[in-house]
């Protein structure tokens, strides 16, 4: 009697269909890590922006400087931040400033500033050039707008996950 050798075509094909339902029930947790990743991405900026917000009013405190209504510079040279009641104006020069360089190569760009007033909108760096920002894969800093508010940071990644 001879020994057999390799796998006969049923069991073959019972592997392949097997495989094939495994594919089909585990593909959708592993098809938007993507969309994870913006999410978790963005949560970082947010944080970034409140601990910047947060030192940036405590010199603005040091110097006497946090119930100002009118803009007011505080830091010293490159690190200069204007202010508003205390914490970073929604410009380039307020919370611009003092988030510079968040990311490993300026991951995030401010793409509308001042739209509408006291807002600005950063976003992910490829999307920048786009007119619409895609997929709702934003972050909005809104201002101070009184010396007993703090500012709103809302996240909008209702799509990006």
Do not use: W
Not at 141 to 150: F, G, H, I, L, P
């Amino acid at each position: 009697m001879k020994k057999q050798q390799g796998f006969t075509l049923i069991e073959l094909v019972v592997v392949i269909v097997i495989l094939g339902i495994l594919a089909v029930t585990a593909a959708p947790k592993f098809m938007n890590l993507q969309g994870d990743a913006r999410h978790a991405s963005l949560q970082g900026l947010k944080g970034a922006i409140q601990g910047a917000s947060g030192i940036v009013y405590g010199k603005a405190a040091i110097a006497g400087v946090e119930n100002s209504s009118t803009v007011v510079s505080v830091g010293t040279g490159t690190h200069e931040v204007q202010t508003i009641y205390g914490y970073p104006t929604a410009t380039a020069n307020g919370i611009g400033v003092a988030v510079e360089g968040v990311g490993t190569d300026k991951d995030f760009v401010m793409v509308k500033e001042g739209d509408p007033a006291n807002t600005v909108t950063f976003t992910f760096k490829n999307y920048a050039d786009q007119t619409e920002i895609p997929k709702n894969c934003f972050l909005t800093y809104k201002a101070a707008e009184s010396a007993n508010e703090s500012p709103t940071i809302t996240l909008d990644d209702s799509a990006c996950k």
